[in-house]
Protein backbone atom coordinates (compact mmCIF):
# COMPACT_ATOMS: atom_id res chain seq x y z
CA UNK A 1 0.00 0.00 0.00
CA UNK A 2 0.97 3.70 -0.47
CA UNK A 3 2.03 6.02 2.09
CA UNK A 4 -0.33 8.81 0.58
CA UNK A 5 -1.56 10.09 4.09
CA UNK A 6 -4.50 8.14 4.37
CA UNK A 7 -6.83 8.31 7.48
CA UNK A 8 -6.91 5.86 9.76
CA UNK A 9 -8.73 2.54 8.91
CA UNK A 10 -9.16 3.31 5.04
CA UNK A 11 -5.42 1.55 4.03
CA UNK A 12 -6.73 -1.59 6.06
CA UNK A 13 -6.08 -4.55 3.95
CA UNK A 14 -9.27 -5.74 3.76
CA UNK A 15 -9.94 -2.47 1.91
CA UNK A 16 -7.39 -3.52 -0.68
CA UNK A 17 -10.21 -5.32 -3.08
CA UNK A 18 -12.30 -2.23 -2.91
CA UNK A 19 -9.61 0.22 -3.78
CA UNK A 20 -8.21 -1.36 -6.49
CA UNK A 21 -11.88 -1.65 -8.38
CA UNK A 22 -12.75 1.75 -7.79
CA UNK A 23 -8.55 2.53 -8.93
CA UNK A 24 -9.57 0.32 -12.08
CA UNK A 25 -13.33 2.13 -12.76
CA UNK A 26 -12.13 5.72 -12.22
CA UNK A 27 -8.66 5.26 -14.71
CA UNK A 28 -11.45 4.49 -17.09
CA UNK A 29 -12.07 7.97 -17.76
CA UNK A 30 -15.81 7.22 -18.23
CA UNK A 31 -18.54 8.10 -16.13
CA UNK A 32 -19.01 5.61 -13.14
CA UNK A 33 -21.51 5.29 -10.16
CA UNK A 34 -21.14 2.04 -8.74
CA UNK A 35 -18.63 -0.59 -8.81
CA UNK A 36 -18.93 -4.60 -8.39
CA UNK A 37 -16.15 -5.67 -6.30
CA UNK A 38 -15.11 -9.75 -5.09
CA UNK A 39 -15.45 -12.56 -4.56
CA UNK A 40 -14.44 -11.08 -0.77
CA UNK A 41 -13.93 -13.23 2.32
CA UNK A 42 -15.70 -12.11 5.18
CA UNK A 43 -12.79 -10.26 6.99
CA UNK A 44 -13.49 -8.08 3.44
CA UNK A 45 -17.21 -8.19 4.26
CA UNK A 46 -17.12 -7.00 7.12
CA UNK A 47 -14.67 -4.34 6.53
CA UNK A 48 -16.66 -2.92 4.25
CA UNK A 49 -19.56 -3.18 6.07
CA UNK A 50 -17.60 -0.93 8.91
CA UNK A 51 -16.55 1.62 6.14
CA UNK A 52 -20.65 1.68 4.92
CA UNK A 53 -22.06 1.69 8.14
CA UNK A 54 -24.28 -1.67 7.31
CA UNK A 55 -25.90 -3.35 10.02
CA UNK A 56 -25.32 -6.70 8.20
CA UNK A 57 -22.58 -7.85 5.60
CA UNK A 58 -22.80 -7.46 1.83
CA UNK A 59 -22.72 -10.33 -0.10
CA UNK A 60 -19.61 -11.99 -1.78
CA UNK A 61 -19.64 -9.60 -5.00
CA UNK A 62 -20.99 -6.28 -4.02
CA UNK A 63 -22.21 -4.35 -5.87
CA UNK A 64 -21.06 -0.25 -4.47
CA UNK A 65 -22.78 3.14 -4.76
CA UNK A 66 -19.73 5.58 -5.33
CA UNK A 67 -22.13 7.92 -3.89
CA UNK A 68 -22.46 6.46 -0.48
CA UNK A 69 -18.44 5.62 -0.93
CA UNK A 70 -17.91 9.61 -1.20
CA UNK A 71 -19.71 10.27 1.97
CA UNK A 72 -18.30 7.24 3.87
CA UNK A 73 -14.92 8.44 3.25
CA UNK A 74 -15.88 12.25 3.84
CA UNK A 75 -16.73 10.74 7.25
CA UNK A 76 -13.59 9.13 8.07
CA UNK A 77 -11.45 11.67 7.06
CA UNK A 78 -12.32 14.77 4.84
CA UNK A 79 -10.79 13.67 1.92
CA UNK A 80 -12.10 12.83 -1.82
CA UNK A 81 -12.44 9.42 -2.74
CA UNK A 82 -10.13 9.94 -5.85
CA UNK A 83 -7.91 11.47 -3.37
CA UNK A 84 -7.81 8.23 -1.08
CA UNK A 85 -7.74 5.92 -3.93
CA UNK A 86 -5.06 7.79 -5.43
CA UNK A 87 -2.95 7.71 -1.99
CA UNK A 88 -3.45 4.01 -1.52
CA UNK A 89 -3.13 2.39 -5.04
CA UNK A 90 -1.20 4.91 -7.44
CA UNK A 91 -2.20 7.96 -9.70
CA UNK A 92 -5.38 7.29 -11.10
CA UNK A 93 -5.14 7.16 -15.30
CA UNK A 94 -7.61 8.58 -18.24
CA UNK A 95 -7.39 5.66 -20.19
CA UNK A 96 -10.39 7.19 -22.26
CA UNK A 97 -8.48 10.14 -23.18
CA UNK A 98 -5.17 8.71 -23.72
CA UNK A 99 -7.21 6.30 -25.97
CA UNK A 100 -8.75 9.45 -27.77
CA UNK A 101 -4.83 11.20 -27.83
CA UNK A 102 -3.55 8.07 -29.85
CA UNK A 103 -6.30 7.84 -32.19
CA UNK A 104 -5.68 11.50 -32.73
CA UNK A 105 -1.99 10.48 -33.47
CA UNK A 106 -2.79 7.67 -35.17
CA UNK A 107 -5.64 9.83 -37.63
CA UNK A 108 -2.66 13.44 -37.65
CA UNK A 109 0.08 10.64 -38.92
CA UNK A 110 -2.16 8.95 -42.18
CA UNK A 111 -3.19 12.44 -42.93
CA UNK A 112 0.48 13.94 -42.81
CA UNK A 113 1.63 10.58 -44.94
CA UNK A 114 -1.09 11.39 -47.66
CA UNK A 115 -0.71 14.69 -48.44
CA UNK A 116 3.41 14.93 -48.01
CA UNK A 117 4.96 16.05 -50.86
CA UNK A 118 6.54 13.51 -52.34
CA UNK A 119 3.20 11.64 -52.44
CA UNK A 120 1.34 14.31 -53.77
CA UNK A 121 4.41 14.61 -56.39
CA UNK A 122 4.18 10.84 -57.41
CA UNK A 123 0.35 9.97 -57.43
CA UNK A 124 1.66 6.46 -57.62
CA UNK A 125 2.00 6.49 -53.92
CA UNK A 126 -0.85 7.28 -53.42
CA UNK A 127 -1.01 2.98 -53.31
CA UNK A 128 2.10 2.48 -50.88
CA UNK A 129 0.04 5.34 -48.30
CA UNK A 130 -2.90 2.55 -48.29
CA UNK A 131 -0.03 -0.38 -48.06
CA UNK A 132 1.75 1.41 -44.76
CA UNK A 133 -1.87 2.56 -43.30
CA UNK A 134 -3.05 -1.19 -43.45
CA UNK A 135 0.18 -2.52 -41.79
CA UNK A 136 -0.33 -0.32 -38.95
CA UNK A 137 1.37 1.27 -35.93
CA UNK A 138 4.99 0.09 -35.94
CA UNK A 139 6.03 -0.95 -32.29
CA UNK A 140 2.22 0.44 -31.77
CA UNK A 141 3.23 4.12 -31.83
CA UNK A 142 2.89 7.18 -34.10
CA UNK A 143 5.64 8.59 -33.85
CA UNK A 144 7.62 5.36 -34.09
CA UNK A 145 5.84 5.10 -37.28
CA UNK A 146 6.12 8.74 -38.62
CA UNK A 147 10.11 8.34 -37.64
CA UNK A 148 10.75 5.52 -40.48
CA UNK A 149 8.34 6.82 -42.74
CA UNK A 150 9.71 10.04 -43.17
CA UNK A 151 13.32 8.39 -43.41
CA UNK A 152 11.39 6.57 -46.08
CA UNK A 153 10.20 9.23 -47.96
CA UNK A 154 13.84 11.54 -47.48
CA UNK A 155 15.18 8.17 -49.56
CA UNK A 156 12.26 8.23 -51.79
CA UNK A 157 12.57 12.74 -52.60
CA UNK A 158 16.48 11.88 -53.25
CA UNK A 159 15.90 8.96 -55.88
CA UNK A 160 17.39 8.50 -58.09
CA UNK A 161 20.81 8.22 -56.53
CA UNK A 162 23.90 9.64 -58.58
CA UNK A 163 25.58 6.06 -59.07
CA UNK A 164 26.55 5.53 -55.32
CA UNK A 165 26.51 2.16 -53.43
CA UNK A 166 23.47 1.41 -51.24
CA UNK A 167 25.84 2.03 -47.85
CA UNK A 168 27.63 5.30 -49.19
CA UNK A 169 23.80 6.09 -50.07
CA UNK A 170 22.53 4.88 -47.13
CA UNK A 171 25.27 6.89 -44.45
CA UNK A 172 24.49 10.49 -46.67
CA UNK A 173 21.16 10.19 -46.57
CA UNK A 174 20.37 8.55 -42.89
CA UNK A 175 22.63 10.25 -40.32
CA UNK A 176 25.49 8.81 -41.21
CA UNK A 177 23.77 4.81 -40.73
CA UNK A 178 25.44 3.02 -43.10
CA UNK A 179 23.57 -0.04 -42.57
CA UNK A 180 20.11 1.71 -42.46
CA UNK A 181 19.01 0.34 -45.57
CA UNK A 182 20.37 -3.00 -45.70
CA UNK A 183 18.49 -5.97 -47.24
CA UNK A 184 15.57 -7.21 -45.13
CA UNK A 185 15.34 -4.01 -42.62
CA UNK A 186 12.14 -2.32 -42.33
CA UNK A 187 12.98 0.87 -43.79
CA UNK A 188 14.77 -1.06 -47.10
CA UNK A 189 11.51 -3.11 -47.59
CA UNK A 190 9.54 0.35 -47.29
CA UNK A 191 11.55 2.10 -50.03
CA UNK A 192 11.40 -1.06 -52.27
CA UNK A 193 7.99 -1.51 -52.31
CA UNK A 194 6.88 2.13 -52.87
CA UNK A 195 9.40 1.31 -55.57
CA UNK A 196 8.10 -1.21 -57.36
CA UNK A 197 4.75 0.86 -57.51
CA UNK A 198 6.04 3.47 -58.86
CA UNK A 199 7.72 1.42 -61.38
CA UNK A 200 4.57 -0.91 -61.74
CA UNK A 201 6.77 -3.57 -61.31
CA UNK A 202 6.69 -6.90 -58.74
CA UNK A 203 7.89 -6.52 -54.99
CA UNK A 204 11.06 -7.94 -55.28
CA UNK A 205 11.19 -11.14 -53.91
CA UNK A 206 14.90 -12.73 -53.89
CA UNK A 207 18.44 -10.24 -53.16
CA UNK A 208 18.64 -10.61 -56.63
CA UNK A 209 16.12 -8.47 -57.39
CA UNK A 210 16.30 -6.07 -54.69
CA UNK A 211 19.61 -5.27 -56.10
CA UNK A 212 18.00 -4.76 -59.56
CA UNK A 213 15.43 -2.57 -57.93
CA UNK A 214 18.15 -0.45 -56.30
CA UNK A 215 20.31 0.09 -59.72
CA UNK A 216 17.09 0.68 -61.35
CA UNK A 217 16.79 3.86 -58.70
CA UNK A 218 20.31 4.88 -59.46
CA UNK A 219 21.95 3.14 -56.72
CA UNK A 220 25.68 1.53 -56.99
CA UNK A 221 24.85 2.42 -61.09
CA UNK A 222 27.66 1.65 -63.04
CA UNK A 223 28.99 5.02 -64.13
CA UNK A 224 29.86 3.64 -67.39
CA UNK A 225 26.62 1.82 -68.24
CA UNK A 226 24.20 4.35 -67.07
CA UNK A 227 24.02 6.70 -70.44
CA UNK A 228 21.34 9.47 -71.33
CA UNK A 229 20.63 10.21 -75.17
CA UNK A 230 21.22 13.76 -75.71
CA UNK A 231 20.84 15.94 -79.07
CA UNK A 232 21.70 19.15 -80.08
CA UNK A 233 23.80 19.75 -77.17
CA UNK A 234 26.51 23.02 -78.01
CA UNK A 235 28.05 23.13 -74.67
CA UNK A 236 31.70 25.31 -74.29
CA UNK A 237 34.08 24.07 -72.60
CA UNK A 238 37.00 22.28 -72.33
CA UNK A 239 36.31 18.79 -70.52
CA UNK A 240 35.47 15.48 -72.54
CA UNK A 241 31.62 15.91 -71.89
CA UNK A 242 31.47 19.16 -73.83
CA UNK A 243 33.53 17.95 -76.63
CA UNK A 244 31.35 14.43 -77.37
CA UNK A 245 27.93 16.65 -77.24
CA UNK A 246 29.18 19.61 -79.61
CA UNK A 247 31.19 17.03 -81.58
CA UNK A 248 28.27 15.02 -82.18
CA UNK A 249 25.72 17.77 -82.84
CA UNK A 250 27.97 19.29 -85.51
CA UNK A 251 27.88 15.89 -86.98
CA UNK A 252 23.96 16.05 -86.75
CA UNK A 253 24.00 12.36 -84.36
CA UNK A 254 22.67 11.90 -80.61
CA UNK A 255 25.52 11.77 -78.29
CA UNK A 256 25.44 8.56 -75.61
CA UNK A 257 26.68 10.42 -72.30
CA UNK A 258 27.86 8.45 -69.55
CA UNK A 259 27.33 9.69 -66.08
CA UNK A 260 30.72 9.66 -65.59
CA UNK A 261 31.18 12.02 -67.72
CA UNK A 262 28.49 13.78 -66.99
CA UNK A 263 30.07 14.04 -63.58
CA UNK A 264 32.86 15.55 -64.93
CA UNK A 265 31.52 18.69 -66.58
CA UNK A 266 33.51 21.06 -66.31
CA UNK A 267 33.17 24.58 -66.90
CA UNK A 268 30.29 23.98 -69.13
CA UNK A 269 28.65 26.73 -70.59
CA UNK A 270 25.43 26.87 -72.62
CA UNK A 271 23.05 29.05 -74.63
CA UNK A 272 19.96 30.42 -73.57
CA UNK A 273 17.89 27.84 -75.59
CA UNK A 274 15.72 25.54 -73.49
CA UNK A 275 16.19 22.20 -73.54
CA UNK A 276 13.04 19.87 -74.53
CA UNK A 277 12.92 16.41 -73.29
CA UNK A 278 11.12 13.05 -74.80
CA UNK A 279 10.36 9.71 -74.15
CA UNK A 280 11.00 7.68 -76.65
CA UNK A 281 14.20 7.55 -78.70
CA UNK A 282 12.08 7.49 -81.74
CA UNK A 283 11.18 10.78 -81.82
CA UNK A 284 14.73 12.05 -81.33
CA UNK A 285 15.53 9.86 -83.94
CA UNK A 286 13.42 11.74 -86.24
CA UNK A 287 14.23 15.15 -84.82
CA UNK A 288 17.24 14.53 -86.10
CA UNK A 289 16.55 13.54 -89.50
CA UNK A 290 14.65 16.55 -90.11
CA UNK A 291 16.58 19.15 -88.30
CA UNK A 292 20.57 17.58 -88.83
CA UNK A 293 23.20 19.57 -87.05
CA UNK A 294 20.58 22.04 -86.31
CA UNK A 295 19.15 20.02 -84.43
CA UNK A 296 17.57 22.14 -81.34
CA UNK A 297 18.52 20.70 -77.25
CA UNK A 298 16.76 17.20 -76.99
CA UNK A 299 17.59 14.93 -74.46
CA UNK A 300 15.57 11.70 -74.26
CA UNK A 301 14.69 9.65 -70.67
CA UNK A 302 14.50 6.36 -73.34
CA UNK A 303 11.62 5.64 -70.63
CA UNK A 304 12.07 5.84 -66.76
CA UNK A 305 15.01 8.36 -66.32
CA UNK A 306 18.27 6.61 -65.09
CA UNK A 307 20.83 8.18 -63.05
CA UNK A 308 22.48 9.61 -66.39
CA UNK A 309 19.13 11.33 -67.36
CA UNK A 310 18.44 13.12 -64.22
CA UNK A 311 22.10 14.02 -63.81
CA UNK A 312 22.04 15.78 -67.01
CA UNK A 313 18.79 17.32 -66.70
CA UNK A 314 19.82 18.66 -63.23
CA UNK A 315 22.77 19.99 -65.18
CA UNK A 316 21.28 21.26 -67.60
CA UNK A 317 19.00 23.34 -65.32
CA UNK A 318 21.84 24.43 -62.65
CA UNK A 319 23.43 26.06 -65.98
CA UNK A 320 20.07 27.56 -66.78
CA UNK A 321 18.45 26.07 -69.49
CA UNK A 322 14.70 25.49 -69.03
CA UNK A 323 13.35 22.16 -69.40
CA UNK A 324 10.35 21.08 -70.68
CA UNK A 325 8.86 17.53 -70.51
CA UNK A 326 6.53 15.22 -73.07
CA UNK A 327 6.06 11.57 -73.21
CA UNK A 328 2.93 9.11 -73.34
CA UNK A 329 -0.56 9.46 -72.81
CA UNK A 330 -0.51 6.41 -71.02
CA UNK A 331 -0.48 5.15 -67.55
CA UNK A 332 3.09 4.39 -67.33
CA UNK A 333 3.64 7.57 -69.34
CA UNK A 334 2.07 10.23 -66.71
CA UNK A 335 3.75 7.95 -63.53
CA UNK A 336 7.06 8.97 -65.58
CA UNK A 337 6.20 12.43 -66.19
CA UNK A 338 5.29 13.29 -62.70
CA UNK A 339 8.21 11.18 -62.10
CA UNK A 340 10.42 13.88 -64.32
CA UNK A 341 8.63 17.07 -62.97
CA UNK A 342 9.40 15.61 -59.33
CA UNK A 343 12.69 14.99 -60.21
CA UNK A 344 13.76 18.22 -62.02
CA UNK A 345 12.38 21.50 -63.02
CA UNK A 346 10.73 20.45 -65.80
CA UNK A 347 7.08 21.65 -66.60
CA UNK A 348 5.26 19.66 -69.39
CA UNK A 349 5.39 19.89 -72.90
CA UNK A 350 2.07 19.27 -74.84
CA UNK A 351 0.94 17.44 -72.18
CA UNK A 352 -2.00 18.32 -70.98
CA UNK A 353 -5.81 16.81 -71.35
CA UNK A 354 -6.80 19.37 -74.25
CA UNK A 355 -3.50 17.82 -75.99
CA UNK A 356 -4.60 14.22 -75.20
CA UNK A 357 -7.92 14.82 -76.70
CA UNK A 358 -6.71 16.85 -79.73
CA UNK A 359 -4.45 13.47 -80.02
CA UNK A 360 -7.00 11.13 -80.26
CA UNK A 361 -8.39 11.20 -83.53
CA UNK A 362 -4.66 9.98 -84.86
CA UNK A 363 -4.89 6.87 -83.05
CA UNK A 364 -8.62 5.60 -82.88
CA UNK A 365 -7.65 1.96 -82.14
CA UNK A 366 -4.93 2.30 -79.79
CA UNK A 367 -3.46 0.22 -76.83
CA UNK A 368 -5.46 0.94 -73.50
CA UNK A 369 -4.31 3.25 -71.22
CA UNK A 370 -3.65 0.63 -68.09
CA UNK A 371 -3.31 1.53 -64.62
CA UNK A 372 -4.05 5.14 -64.29
CA UNK A 373 -2.80 7.38 -61.62
CA UNK A 374 -3.57 11.40 -61.30
CA UNK A 375 -1.17 13.51 -63.49
CA UNK A 376 -0.09 16.38 -60.74
CA UNK A 377 0.09 19.40 -63.53
CA UNK A 378 -3.59 18.43 -64.89
CA UNK A 379 -6.31 17.15 -62.89
CA UNK A 380 -8.51 17.19 -65.88
CA UNK A 381 -5.85 14.59 -67.52
CA UNK A 382 -6.28 11.11 -66.10
CA UNK A 383 -10.18 11.64 -66.12
CA UNK A 384 -9.84 12.11 -69.93
CA UNK A 385 -7.83 9.51 -70.19
CA UNK A 386 -9.99 6.85 -68.43
CA UNK A 387 -13.30 8.19 -70.65
CA UNK A 388 -11.94 6.92 -73.74
CA UNK A 389 -9.63 4.70 -72.55
CA UNK A 390 -7.23 4.98 -75.53
CA UNK A 391 -3.22 5.82 -75.03
CA UNK A 392 -1.67 8.23 -77.25
CA UNK A 393 1.56 7.03 -77.61
CA UNK A 394 4.46 9.55 -78.14
CA UNK A 395 5.79 8.40 -81.68
CA UNK A 396 2.26 9.40 -82.85
CA UNK A 397 2.01 13.25 -81.77
CA UNK A 398 5.94 13.46 -83.05
CA UNK A 399 4.99 15.73 -85.84
CA UNK A 400 3.70 18.40 -83.67
CA UNK A 401 6.79 18.06 -81.19
CA UNK A 402 8.84 18.35 -84.08
CA UNK A 403 6.84 21.45 -84.91
CA UNK A 404 6.99 23.01 -81.62
CA UNK A 405 10.82 22.33 -81.83
CA UNK A 406 11.30 24.39 -85.13
CA UNK A 407 9.42 27.10 -83.68
CA UNK A 408 9.97 26.48 -79.60
CA UNK A 409 8.54 30.17 -78.57
CA UNK A 410 4.81 28.12 -79.21
CA UNK A 411 5.69 25.14 -77.53
CA UNK A 412 7.07 27.10 -74.41
CA UNK A 413 3.88 29.73 -74.43
CA UNK A 414 1.98 26.25 -74.51
CA UNK A 415 3.82 24.71 -71.56
CA UNK A 416 3.74 27.97 -68.98
CA UNK A 417 -0.39 27.88 -69.57
CA UNK A 418 -0.43 24.30 -68.01
CA UNK A 419 0.57 26.09 -64.79
Known amino acids: MSDGGSPAGLDRPELLPLWRAVHERLSSGRPVSRVRIGPLDDEQRGALADLLGLDRLPDVRPLVSLARLEEAVADAGGRTLRDIVAGIVGPLEDRAAARQRRDDERADLWTWLEVHETVRAQPALDEWVAHCRSGGLIDGSALRTRSVLASALAVLAALPADGEPLPVFAARMLDGDSHALDDGSRLSSLVLRALSIVYGAEVPGSAQQRRAMWARAGVADDELSSTVLAAGLRPLGDRVLSRIASACTEAGHAASLTLAQLRDPGDLRLSTEPVHITENPSVMALALRRFGPDCPPLVCTSGWPNSAAVHLLRLLADRGAALRYHGDFDGEGIRIAAY ?80
Open 340 to 419: VLDKTSAAPWRMTSADYREALPRTPRGPAVGRLTPAPWDPALVPAMAEHGTAVLEETVAELLLDDLAAPSVAHGESDACF
